[in-house]
């Protein structure tokens, strides 16, 4: 069964920027496209960002485009998303996907 952790999310002003990463465990990590979503308050679960397996293939939300860069590092089974130039509307619960598979979310929160 796999298992995504994610981390470092955190208050942080507008203007700021966080490093989120999603830690993939129980398994040989695949070779399924990673992804980042998030929830805001009241509102659905949202794509963010999308990262192939061999990273040279990446999709962005364009609300995030410009701003935030997903990588990842199969060998150590993470994928990262660096968030720069937040704004208050990246506030939400940020997700760690793979196929089926989610993780437990992490806060991002961006004051203005």
């Known amino acids: 069964q796999v298992q995504l952790v994610e981390s470092g999310g955190g208050l942080v002003q507008a203007g700021g920027s966080l490093r989120l990463s999603c830690a993939a465990s129980?398994?040989?990590?695949?070779?399924?496209?990673m992804q980042w979503f998030r929830q805001a308050p009241g509102k659905e679960r949202e794509f963010v960002a999308a990262i192939g397996w061999t990273a040279g293939s990446t999709y962005y939300a364009d609300s995030v485009k410009d701003r935030f860069t997903i990588s990842r590092d199969n060998t150590k089974h993470t994928v990262y998303l660096q968030m720069n130039a937040l704004k208050p509307d990246d506030t939400g619960v940020y997700y760690c996907?793979?196929?089926?598979?989610w993780g437990q979310g992490t806060q991002v929160t961006v004051s203005s």
């Open positions: 996907n793979e196929g089926p598979h």
């Open positions: 129980g398994r040989t990590f695949s070779t399924d496209a």
